[in-house]
């Protein structure tokens, strides 16, 4: 699926992210689901983030974008096991 978000000066990779309405963050900044999938430590189910086909970390979600940039996500499935509650 193909979303296009108009360029503002200023528009960072996150908020491009958050305004196509499925992608959302926790607290920390993170992405927590997307179409609402789970993703990232509760789930088995990861993401990778790329910025003009290159994988970029979530800690630079907050950089602005530049014009006529993509971005994409990539869902992948982690069999590790999840983490056990004490």
């Known amino acids: ?4 978000i108009p360029f503002y000066p200023g528009i960072t990779i996150r908020q ?3 305004s196509t309405g499925l992608v959302r963050f ?5 992405i927590t689901s997307i179409g ?15 910025y003009n086909g290159r994988i970029i970390p979530q800690t630079l979600l907050g ?5 006529g940039s ?7 499935y ?5 983490p056990t509650p004490f």
């Open 1 to 4: 699926m193909n979303t296009f």
């Open 16 to 18: 491009a992210l958050e």
């Open 26 to 30: 926790g607290p920390g900044g993170f």
């Open 36 to 50: 609402g999938i789970q993703v990232g430590l509760l789930s088995n189910v990861n993401v990778r983030v790329f």
């Open 63 to 67: 950089a602005p974008a530049q014009p």
């Open 70 to 76: 993509t971005i994409g996500l990539e869902l992948y």
């Open 78 to 82: 982690s069999n590790l096991p999840l």
